[in-house]
């Protein structure tokens, strides 16, 4: 049963038809009531709509009429009585429908958005129709204005009293805008830096983060370690935000992009052996917010060895496009590298050797540093990758330079 077919029901003798439907004076009083109200509901929950991606036949937008019916029938309730409007109770039924409905992902400010519109419904669509000698009608404008006073701060107070409630309504506002922004769906700046707490005209950084273990990543030890990159990176602010059991997506932002030399200090960082990090490039605004996340996908699909925990999107920019096609790039590495794609241990350190040898600019001395090899050794395995090839290096070097780093990365294994 609706609020305000309740309240017609408990108010036989009162004047809440004339109130509501003035024109069906003495017909079916409780549905009269009850339709009015429900079509102020639904009136208030579509204007909230929109920005609320309130949607379903039994979903958050369901979930908002009980709250504005109990509101209207509040409201009105006050014509019929002689109680001060700021001293009314709220009926006891609020706190359920509030629970429900921010359960639901519906937020406070919509629930209080949704009181508004059907606060303003009453006004324009009765109130203001009365005519203008009506002894009541300034007393009733009050009385509505008062009484949605009353009921917000009943819902706002409802809203707060449960600190698991605020917790779950305030995650999934955020993981409801964060979709929104990385999906590139339009959105409102404002109601997007309210909910993520962050300048969206600042630098921002994306960090997915991910576990090496088969069980979920404890939420505790991640933000613990989000918070210690934070501070080491020295960024303005941060947000973190869990996109599956075993990994989190962690943003950074600063008014101005951190030079090299702060990036550099991730290497003296100590995360949890089995974490790994994926760190997308710098970028501003919101489009920044956006594409940073994007690169830090990239390189958290990419296979990743073991020298470090994480890794950066200019690493693997190139090699994420052109292994969005796993077999296509496997094929091209066959058909670029010919015998030296061979999977043989012996084949494999040869071509690793050229290919440390090439992105060194031919330089054997760093080479051999890297590899830990003398430099006879890398001009002798070069050598031989050579002749595996099978054809004169400089005629194709771009592309056996990118096929020996897409072997490099498969042959690394995945996360």
């Known amino acids: ?35 009015w109200a429900l079509g102020v509901a639904r009136a208030a929950a579509d204007a909230v709509k929109g920005g609320a991606c309130l949607h379903g036949e039994n979903g958050p937008a369901t979930a908002v009429e009980p709250v504005v019916q109990e509101y209207v029938a509040f409201a009105l309730r006050g014509f019929t009585t002689h109680t001060t409007p700021s001293s009314a109770v709220p009926p006891a039924s609020l706190p359920r429908y509030v629970y429900i409905a921010l359960r639901q992902g519906v937020t406070l400010y919509q629930l209080l958005h949704a009181i508004s519109v059907a606060r303003q419904h009453i006004v324009d669509r009765y109130i203001l129709s009365l005519p203008g000698h ?12 008062t009484r949605a006073e009353v009921f917000s701060r009943s819902i706002a107070e409802t809203y707060l009293s449960d600190s698991d409630v605020d917790r779950s309504a305030r995650r999934v506002e955020r993981a409801r805008v964060t979709c929104d922004v990385v999906a590139g769906r339009p959105v409102d700046l404002a109601e997007v830096e309210r909910v993520l707490e962050l300048d969206m005209s600042d630098h921002h950084l994306a960090v997915m983060l991910w576990s090496l273990r088969d ?5 505790d030890e991640l933000g613990r370690f989000a918070k210690e990159l934070k501070r080491s990176l020295g960024a303005r602010r941060m947000l973190l935000s869990s996109t599956a059991p075993r990994s989190a997506c962690l943003w950074l932002s600063w008014r101005h ?8 200090s991730r290497v003296t960082l100590a995360p949890p052996p089995w974490l790994r990090a994926g760190f997308g490039p710098i970028a501003p605004g919101l489009e920044g917010f956006r594409r940073s996340y994007v690169g830090a996908m990239a390189v958290s699909r990419a296979p ?7 890794r950066d999107y200019r690493d693997v920019a190139l090699m994420s496009l052109v292994m969005a096609d796993t077999e296509q790039a ?7 590298l010919g015998a030296l794609a061979d999977p043989d241990p012996g084949v494999a350190e040869m ?4 290919r440390t040898y090439l992105a060194y600019g031919r330089s054997r001395i760093h080479a051999a540093n890297q590899l830990h090899v003398a430099r006879n050794t890398v001009a002798y395995r070069v050598a031989k990758a050579v002749r595996l090839l099978g054809r004169v290096l400089e ?12 072997a490099h990365l498969t042959s690394s294994g995945s996360n």
């Open 1 to 35: 049963m609706s609020a305000l077919r309740r309240l017609s029901d408990e108010s036989p003798h009162s004047s809440v038809v004339d109130i509501v439907v003035p024109e069906q004076q003495g017909s079916g009083r409780g549905l009269a009531a009850d339709g």
């Open 134 to 145: 009506h002894p009541s009608r300034g007393d009733r404008l009050s009385i509505t204005v």
């Open 215 to 219: 069980e979920s990543a404890p939420t």
């Open 257 to 264: 992009p951190p030079g090299e030399r702060v990036l550099r």
């Open 304 to 310: 990743m060895d073991d020298t470090l925990w994480f």
């Open 330 to 336: 496997q094929c091209f590495v066959r058909e670029t």
């Open 351 to 354: 071509r690793e050797t050229l």
């Open 395 to 406: 005629r194709d070097e771009v592309n056996v330079r990118i096929a020996l780093e897409i």
